[in-house]
């Protein structure tokens, strides 16, 4: 355990991590997925590079292609207003089938493909056409560039267990514990863990935001090579002195909010992680299950066991 155990609760100053003690509302702060509960309004000067590195990769492909689409449309749409006279190799100068074969003499050129079925054949015409090739260039070097800060993305596999548990602990103590593994082949090192607690205090006859930092029986690890439990052993500072069961926890619409922080040794860089458990989450008289098991020469850890849980109320 840690000296902080029997400290002080902190001031709403020390342990608000920026939400303020206005939302009274019985709300979640951070989704599962770790992004903040917020819808943001009137957002100006967002950038375009931004929307399209953070997007989705289908979203991303999807949007890259239709800009594609759209780049050589429009070249057409000028190869076509100059007039199929001005081009060689058409099948047909006017008409939907001269357009289509348009579209493609643009795709051709825009990527410098050139198979040279179709070609210019006037000065405007070859003018046109080799802008298409220039803005062929550019859209390719910023897909290119695009492509690489996506894969370049510092990519963190770090799992939490679904549900947190308050169980027995030492010397006849409870703790609240929730779990994390690394679910991916790079390895993380240096992994700090600072976890808030939040609820809704009407004490003082209104509605009031309240945060405390819980203090951690252990709160970094130098390597990361199996799972870690991180654990809040419950003292009488704790503001989970008072929450005896779900109904209580529900009643105070209690929110536990993590952040992990580690350095990713693929990436080269500090990574950061959210994550929160909503009081629904909480698990009472529950423990988790062992994750690992010595074999031969070698540790096993299954994955697969992160949320299993026993049942610790037998034992009382």
């Known amino acids: ?113 050139g198979y040279g079925h179709i070609a210019p054949d006037s000065h405007l015409a070859s003018i046109v056409s080799s802008l298409d090739a220039f803005v062929g260039l550019l859209i390719f070097a910023l897909y290119s560039g695009l492509f690489f800060a996506r894969f370049s993305m510092p990519k963190v596999h770090l799992r939490f267990s679904k549900a947190a548990v308050v169980t027995d602990y030492l010397q006849g103590m409870r703790a609240f514990k929730f779990r994390i593994v690394n679910g991916g082949h790079n390895e993380l090192m240096n992994i700090s863990a600072s976890v808030i607690a939040t609820w809704i205090d009407e004490s003082r006859g209104q509605a009031e935001r309240k945060y405390e930092v819980l203090s951690l029986e252990r709160d970094s690890i130098t390597m990361f090579p199996m799972n870690w439990t991180i654990v809040h052993p419950i003292t009488e500072d704790s503001p989970f002195a008072d929450l005896d069961d779900i109904t209580a926890a529900r009643r105070k619409a209690l929110e536990i909010m993590v952040h992990i922080s580690a350095y990713n040794d693929m990436y080269q860089n500090q990574v950061h992680i959210n994550h929160s458990y909503s009081c629904d989450e909480i698990h009472y008289d529950r423990d988790f299950a062992m994750m690992y098991a010595q074999e031969d020469d070698h540790i096993r850890l299954d994955l697969s066991r992160l949320d299993h849980l026993v049942d610790t109320s037998a034992g009382d």
């Open 1 to 113: 355990m840690t000296q902080a155990n029997h400290r002080s609760r902190n001031t709403p100053s020390e342990a608000d991590p920026g939400y303020g003690d206005q939302l009274a509302q019985n709300l979640r702060l951070i989704n599962p997925d770790g992004s903040y509960n917020i819808e943001v309004v009137g957002l100006q000067n967002s950038s375009f590079y931004s929307v399209l590195v953070g997007m989705p990769w289908w979203q991303f492909v999807m949007t890259i292609f239709i800009l594609f689409l759209l780049v050589n449309t429009g070249f057409a749409c000028i190869y076509y207003l100059i007039g199929g006279s001005s081009f060689v190799g058409l099948h047909s100068e006017e008409g939907w089938s001269a357009f289509v074969e348009l579209i493609y003499f643009s795709i051709q050129t825009s990527t410098t493909v």
